[in-house]
């Protein structure tokens, strides 16, 4: 069982991280709703998708098999407990970057829509809080921090860490 510390500590981060999540949200159907131009605008658009998609599709497929390996050197070297919480970050970090980039070219569309209207209406976009990669990557590494990978009682830093200067 965690220290009365850790588990204080950990909740809320999980918390902000579920309500970082509810938030990010609720700005993909904000973004959604806005307008998406003109019928060449959403031709370029869907093939900056599927470009996209295709993109991240290959990525993933490398990653995904580094990731295997890695979860089992995991296993035997550290403890099932660390290899299980590596893969559900690593899905997490999967999530976050298929939802960011899936997000960001849909955003693009609808800037380049607000540009037709001039300067102001498409410089408003950037400032507006449209959800990245990092900020969805954040929230949901933070919704699932209270998965921790130490026994209860050890120390983040190892003996050897310790000895040595900071």
Known sequence: MLGMVTENVLW??????????LWAVALIFWVLRQPQG??????????IQE????????QYSYVAAIG?????ILIFVVSFKAAILFVIGAVLSGAAGYIGMNI????????????RGG????SRWPSE?????GCS???LASSGSPSPTRPSGTSPRSSASRSAPP
Do not use: C, F, H
């Open 12 to 21: 809320p981060v999980a918390a902000a991280g579920v309500l970082a999540l």
């Open 38 to 47: 003109n019928e060449k605008m959403r031709e370029i658009s869907k093939a």
């Open 51 to 58: 470009g996209a998609q295709a993109y991240l599709m290959r």
């Open 68 to 72: 295997v390996v890695i979860a089992v």
């Open 104 to 115: 960001s070219v849909r955003a693009n569309l609808r800037t380049a829509e607000a540009a």
């Open 119 to 122: 300067i102001n209406p498409a």
């Open 129 to 133: 809080p449209v959800p990245s990669p």
């Open 137 to 139: 990557w954040s929230a």
